[in-house]
């Protein structure tokens, strides 16, 4: 079965939505101790910037009331969620909830805060920030990474989440 949309002229932005959600994006937990206890954020649009230096982008949307806290942060720890932790990236996404609750993390000596059984972290700190529309885009230096290449990262594709398998 196929659909059409006409995306021609502006669209509204629901037809944007659903067109942007067509690219599968991984899931990455943004996250920091403020005051003495966890702070996170899942983002989905995440992209690596630069190798030397080694930077990375982040794109958040400006009606989170979470970024302006993370913001403000020494370190944001960076987790590129597994395959396994969709329940995570929902409690890191929701308003009314722990999103820490039941969920194993570590804080780095700087404050950064790592999700145990993700497929990477990065320690990062805020290089700069641009407006992006409704989102505010955010540069990142990496200062330190951590790679678990056996872990299968969480897929994000037509808002759902989904399995990644090899290609024949």
Do not use: Y
């Amino acid at each position: 079965m196929s659909i059409q949309t006409n995306t021609e002229g502006a669209p509204d932005q629901l037809a944007l939505r659903q067109a942007f959600s067509l690219f599968p994006t991984g899931v990455v937990a943004v996250c920091s101790v403020v005051d003495e206890a966890p702070v996170g954020i899942a983002v989905n649009s995440f992209t690596s910037v630069s190798l030397d230096p080694p930077l990375v982008g982040i794109c958040v949307a400006k009606s989170s009331a979470t970024w302006p806290v993370l913001a403000d942060s020494n370190r944001l720890g960076l987790s590129v969620l597994g395959s396994h932790q969709g329940q995570l990236c929902r409690s890191l996404a929701s308003r009314n909830t722990d999103r820490f609750l039941d969920a194993p993390w570590r804080a780095t000596d700087a404050g950064a805060v790592v999700m145990e059984g993700a497929a990477l972290w990065l320690e990062c700190e805020v290089r700069s920030t641009f407006d992006g529309g409704d989102h505010v885009v955010v540069l990142l230096e990496v200062v330190k990474s951590d790679l678990f290449p056996d872990v299968t990262p969480l897929v994000f594709h037509q808002s759902k989440f989904r399995e990644l398998q090899i290609a024949e």
